[in-house]
């Protein structure tokens, strides 16, 4: 199964809902991307996927700079794990694959 496509992804901060687009690309066993949010788009980096375990890292630069770390499990169209973000501690979260 692949993860490549456009995803949903629903961070359960203390502040409230935080939605972000994570547009994944798989090719030679290699996962690339994008992830927007807050008005800003970055590159994603270090993405590793075994078939059921991805991981990603995104260098937030909106509303601050933070480099922010995603474990996720992926069941088919659908992901959850935990999101490490800087010094603000680390939160679950989930996924949806969007059509």
């Known amino acids: 199964m692949s993860v490549a496509g456009k995803w949903k992804i629903t961070i359960k901060s203390p502040t409230g809902p935080q939605n972000t687009i994570l547009e994944l690309q798989e090719q030679d066993g290699k ?30 630069v909106k509303p601050m700079k933070m480099k922010v770390e995603f474990t ?12 490490k973000a800087g010094f603000m501690g680390s939160f679950p979260f989930t996924g949806v694959r969007e059509a």
């Open 72 to 83: 996720a499990t992926v069941d088919g169209s659908s992901m959850t794990g935990k999101v």
């Open 31 to 60: 996962v690339t991307g994008a992830q927007s949010g807050q008005g800003s788009t970055t590159e994603i980096s270090d993405a590793t996927w075994d078939g059921s375990k991805l991981f990603w890292i995104n260098h937030v």
